[in-house]
């Protein structure tokens, strides 16, 4: 009986080992399935992600006010400051009450904020400073942009916002970004003294 066992043995270990070696394959096999389902979930995962982004890269630089033109696509572009307010503006603006807001800054000063140099210096620098966005001149695009900023006590100009709805195309950004590289202003001034106040610059996207 002891010597049919030790026959028996070779046999049962043949056995084991073949059903180890199909068991180990299945494994490494599912394992390597998983993997590539891995790396597929993450690679759709990071497709859908990049045309997410895209699609909202897209529609931040068209969304606005502003209406793409053929006629005028791929023309040359200039940007107007308009440096004269019409009587309207003026007669408002002559007319609002002189108030401070909880960031203690005025609406209204009885000497306005100005650029060093006068409103001729001023139109140079945001035309030396400033690029019609490509998205736009692509497009044909043209409007006005109006941005309100804050002049404070010493003249630095800080928080420019665009005031109203926004063109799009990348013109507010352009316009937001000249604003920002402006130097000291002269500051406005009530009763004699520097207080810190609004001003609203408004700068047209023209394309010839």
């Not at 909202?56 to 308009?82: D, L, S």
């Not at 960031?103 to 620098?125: D, H, M, V």
């Not at 916002?161 to 202003?185: C, E, F, Q, T």
Request: aromatic share 8%; charged share 25%; net charge positive.
């Amino acid at each position: 009986m002891k010597k049919n066992n030790t026959k028996l043995l070779p046999l049962i270990l043949g056995i084991f080992t073949v059903v180890f070696a199909i068991v180990s394959c299945k494994s490494g096999t599912d394992s390597n399935a998983a993997a590539a389902d891995s790396i597929q979930a993450k690679t759709t995962a990071d497709s859908i992600i990049l045309v997410h982004k895209d699609s909202v890269k897209k529609e931040m630089v068209m969304q606005g006010t502003a209406k793409p033109n053929p006629a005028k696509v791929r023309g040359k572009g200039v940007v107007v400051f308009q440096a004269d307010m019409d009587k309207e503006y003026e007669q408002q603006y002559a007319k609002m009450v002189i108030e401070m807001d909880k960031e203690g800054i005025y609406n209204r000063t009885e000497i306005r904020p100005s650029y060093p140099g006068g409103q001729k210096a001023l139109a140079k620098f945001i035309q030396d400073n400033i690029v019609y966005p490509e998205n736009a001149l692509e497009n044909g695009v043209e409007s006005s942009v109006d941005v309100i900023f804050a002049v404070d006590e010493n003249g630095k100009v800080y928080t420019p916002m665009v005031k109203g709805d926004r063109a799009g195309y990348g013109l507010d950004d352009a316009a937001l970004n000249v604003v920002s590289k402006m130097p000291r202003w002269n500051p406005g001034q009530i009763k004699g003294h520097n207080v810190k106040s609004y001003y609203t610059l408004p700068i047209s996207f023209k394309i010839n």
